[in-house]
């Protein structure tokens, strides 16, 4: 079993990466990676209690700005929350996860948020732009709009549900439940 997490841990399994081609997308890259880890290192608690250099670099690959983690149907896992009795990967995931660096990414991904509902108001959701000539000219342009928008309301719906009332409150007085349903709604 830790050989498996050790190989989930450094490679790329459902080689996600190439998808997602700038360096702030591989935490959603990586994320199904992520769940799967999450999981896997359960069954050996060993691993997330002693294993203090692992843990921080599974947290700075999988973890770093994402601590909300979706598992299946709608069940969402807090990091910080599921972790705190297993000292490495409290200690871990304690590192990444501050109030301050809460704040840097609700601000920063609320602002890609505000750039893509700008984005798709002035470019994609006007009557007759979405051409097929427009599309075949434009899809390396609009394909990173989607991945933007995709991460950005990814991003602020899963961490308004943190569990630690701090952290959530962050990422609720910054980033406004209207503005995340328009991106959601201009992306459908």
């Excluded at 994402?66 to 490495?88: Q, S």
């Excluded at 991904?109 to 599309?135: D, F, H, I, P």
């Amino acid at each position: 079993m830790r050989a498996l997490v050790l190989i989930i841990k450094d490679g790329d399994i459902y080689d996600t990466a190439r998808n997602y081609v700038k360096p702030e997308h591989r935490s959603f890259a990586l994320s199904d990676q992520a769940s799967l880890l999450y999981v896997l290192m359960f069954f050996i608690p060993d691993f997330l209690r002693e294993e203090s250099a692992k843990m921080r670099e599974i947290v700075d690959k999988h973890f770093y700005d994402n601590w909300v983690v979706p598992m299946f149907l709608g069940y969402l896992v807090d990091l910080t929350f599921e972790w705190r009795l297993y000292e490495a990967a409290s200690k871990a995931i304690k590192n990444t996860v501050q109030p301050k660096s809460i704040t840097a990414y609700t601000e920063y991904y609320k602002e890609r948020a505000r750039v893509s509902v700008k984005a798709l108001n002035e470019k994609v959701l006007l009557e007759g732009y979405l051409t097929k000539t427009y599309v075949l000219k434009e899809l390396n342009n609009l394909m990173g709009l989607v991945r933007d928008t995709n991460t950005s309301c990814r991003w602020l719906m899963l961490h308004r549900l943190a569990r630690n009332p701090d952290h959530r409150q962050i990422v609720v007085a910054a980033a406004k439940i209207q503005n995340i349903l328009r991106l959601l709604i201009y992306t459908a």
